[in-house]
């Protein structure tokens, strides 16, 4: 692809294929258009990725329907949402390797969350790894510990008991070997 020589016609096309971060624009979680970062990441041509729901993307099932159901909410009231979560790749020699990935939304229609939306996405696994053969909900709590957040605000953020919360990361610093909860914070973050 060539850079457009004038700086008066500015190639929108050119820098959303070029952009440094993985870029998705969609309509009701289904991926209209993607580029060449997202391709990437994801280990898949466009062709496997446009036209197909998100949930290509994730791990499970639940956590598609559950993330989804967590960021409308969130998409209604601010029209921006952003978490690290764990993603799937698609294809490639890694494809169903996952990975942790910084995911940032911006929904077109604050008052229709899923009806169409802008993505960035951030592939994390140089600095933090998945190192552990975690369960969805596994990576949920994970993903809200990594946040700082504690059992009773993970608890409500998930709509789960904090109990239930202190027995997953009980599970999570068993799978990590990790002694302290801020211990287990750091192995997650990759710092181990």
């Known amino acids: 692809m060539d850079i457009p020589d004038s700086p008066d016609a500015p190639d929108y096309r050119l820098a959303f294929q070029l952009a440094p971060v993985g870029l998705i624009l969609s309509r009701q979680r289904h991926i209209v258009d993607?580029?060449?970062?997202?391709c990437e990441m994801f280990g898949a041509?466009?062709?496997q990725l446009v036209g197909q729901s998100f949930r290509i993307l994730y791990p499970?099932?639940?956590?598609?329907?559950?993330?989804?159901a967590r960021i409308a909410p969130i998409l209604n009231a601010h029209g921006v949402y952003a978490d690290n979560r764990v993603m799937k790749r698609v294809g490639g020699p890694r494809a169903g390797e996952t990975f942790w990935c910084h995911v940032?939304?911006?929904?077109?229609?604050?008052?229709?969350?899923?009806a169409a939306g802008i993505w960035t996405f951030e592939d994390l696994s140089a600095q933090r790894p998945v190192t552990a053969a975690l369960t969805a909900r596994e990576r949920e709590v994970a993903a809200q510990l990594m946040r700082g957040l504690t059992s009773k605000e993970i608890g409500r953020e998930l709509g789960i008991s904090h109990r239930t919360v202190e027995i997953?990361?009980?599970r999570l610093m068993?799978?990590?070997?990790?002694s302290t909860a801020a211990d287990l914070v750091q192995r997650l973050m990759g710092g181990v």
């Open 45 to 47: 041509a466009p062709e």
């Open 60 to 68: 499970s099932a639940d956590e598609y329907e559950r993330i989804g």
């Open 174 to 178: 068993r799978k990590y070997q990790a």
């Open 104 to 114: 940032t939304g911006r929904a077109i229609d604050r008052s229709a969350p899923h």
């Open 168 to 170: 997953y990361r009980a």
């Open 34 to 38: 993607c580029n060449e970062r997202v």
